[in-house]
């Protein structure tokens, strides 16, 4: 363990919070664990990435002096108490989460998370884990990664944090690695696979050797592989894989990550097929230009897209997605003549059965030949007929089945002008 002190204002934390944790009888340890410590070590300021505010992950630990017939967590304990004379202005939002012990708190413009201190264990591989109050030392040992095992604490009044770092975290901070905490730690939670590349692309860190053996060890096994048995795998750990990915795509260099698990082999996690994909980064440049959700994207050239996307529960915008994109490929595998004009390539993007959205699916998949695509997503799609419908009911058509079909026709004169 190393021991050092350091200044409270370098993390920002609200005067207010230190000095009703000073005051209880309840909670006899406050500890800023997670991200906060690893960036303040790296002298990084960790902030909240939707709103760009500082971000702590605190950790209360009960005091064997506090009401045993209080069934309150100690995280809940210190909140209220905290927020019994607190002004309204300073509170931007608070929300209790009774079945984990937790609250989250945004307090003179700092994310608070309050947690109080837990252990997990894991009755099966990949399950949810089952969680029970202990101690602070027991939280940090349930962690991902050395570097996010450390502690700055408040465990009395004083000047300043004890930093607390059981596992090593500093050494392997110096040693730009990332090391797992035991030698069951993907076993118990294979998405922590995800999260190393996550932090590799952000921090520019590498595995440890022996992390790295453990990640090969744990895709041998894994059972969403080429030797199939996906029915082994837990509901609940396709929901927690879809979720790091989401973080992946969305707040992280995703190309940098990405590429750690292609190289790691790890993208045998989704689908296999993604593992020899090469195209990805295209894919997902071209996604991000048409506002197609990036997962959809990247799942979209796996045969077995709608599956993987039902298996990490996807949104069921983006698995109807998914799953359209699939009926407008096998309609093109189906056409006996092929379209080769402005006019063949709408009719048939523009059946009933799927959406525009799905075309553009196609369009950066590549499932479709991608020029008469592009064309009709940037230009046939919006032309409409060379005269309007107020015109051509002057001119003495009534409104009706007869006026569309004249809009269709007249449109259709324009199509059958545009080169493909």
Request: hydrophobic share 45%; proline share 8%; charged share 25%.
């Amino acid at each position: 363990m190393t021991a050092s002190v350091i200044d409270p204002k370098d993390l920002c934390l609200p005067p207010r919070l230190l000095a009703v944790f000073h005051q209880s009888s309840d909670c006899a340890v406050l500890a800023v664990v997670g991200g906060a410590v690893r960036d303040l070590l790296l002298h990084r300021v960790h902030l909240d990435p939707l709103r760009g505010l500082p971000d702590l992950d605190l950790v209360v630990e009960l005091s064997p002096q506090a009401d045993p017939t209080d069934r309150r967590p100690a995280a809940h304990r210190l909140a209220e108490t905290l927020l019994e004379d607190m002004p309204a202005a300073a509170v931007g939002f608070c929300q209790f989460h009774r079945a984990f012990g937790t609250v989250e708190l945004e307090l003179d413009g700092i994310r608070l998370d309050l947690a109080s201190a837990r252990s997990e264990t894991y009755a099966a591989p990949g399950e949810n884990p089952i969680v029970s109050y202990g101690s602070l030392e027991d939280d940090l040992a349930r962690r991902d990664f050395s570097i996010n095992a450390m502690a700055l604490v408040f465990a009395v009044p004083g000047p300043g944090l004890r930093l607390l770092d059981p596992h090593g975290g500093g050494a392997d901070l110096a040693l730009r690695q990332l090391r797992l905490l035991h030698d069951r730690s993907l076993e118990d939670d294979p998405t922590r696979i995800v999260r190393a590349a996550r932090y590799a692309a952000r921090l520019g860190f590498t595995l440890a050797p022996e992390s790295l053996e453990q990640l090969h060890a744990t895709l041998v096994r894994w059972p969403w592989g080429p030797r199939g048995g996906a029915g082994r795998v837990p509901p609940a750990l396709g929901t927690r894989l879809r979720m790091e990915l989401e973080l992946l795509l969305d707040r992280e260099p995703w190309e940098e990550a990405l590429a750690c698990l292609q190289a790691w082999g790890a993208l045998v996690l989704v689908d296999p097929a993604l593992q020899a994909d090469t195209s990805w980064r295209r894919r997902l440049r071209w996604a991000r230009r048409s506002a197609l959700p990036p997962l959809a994207a990247l799942l979209a050239v796996s045969q077995a897209a709608t599956t993987v996307a039902t298996r990490l529960q996807l949104p069921h915008g983006q698995q109807r997605l998914l799953a359209q994109l699939a009926q407008l490929c096998q309609a093109w595998r189906s056409c006996e003549v092929a379209p080769c004009t402005a006019l063949d390539w709408s009719t048939f993007l523009e059946r009933p059965g799927w959406s525009p959205e799905a075309v553009a699916l196609a369009l950066v998949s590549g499932a479709l030949p991608r020029r008469p695509l592009l064309r009709w997503w940037c230009r046939w799609r919006h032309l409409t007929s060379s005269v309007a419908a107020a015109d051509l009911i002057a001119a003495g058509l009534r409104p009706g089945p007869a006026l569309g079909e004249r809009l269709r026709q007249l449109r259709a004169e324009r199509l059958r002008l545009e080169r493909v």
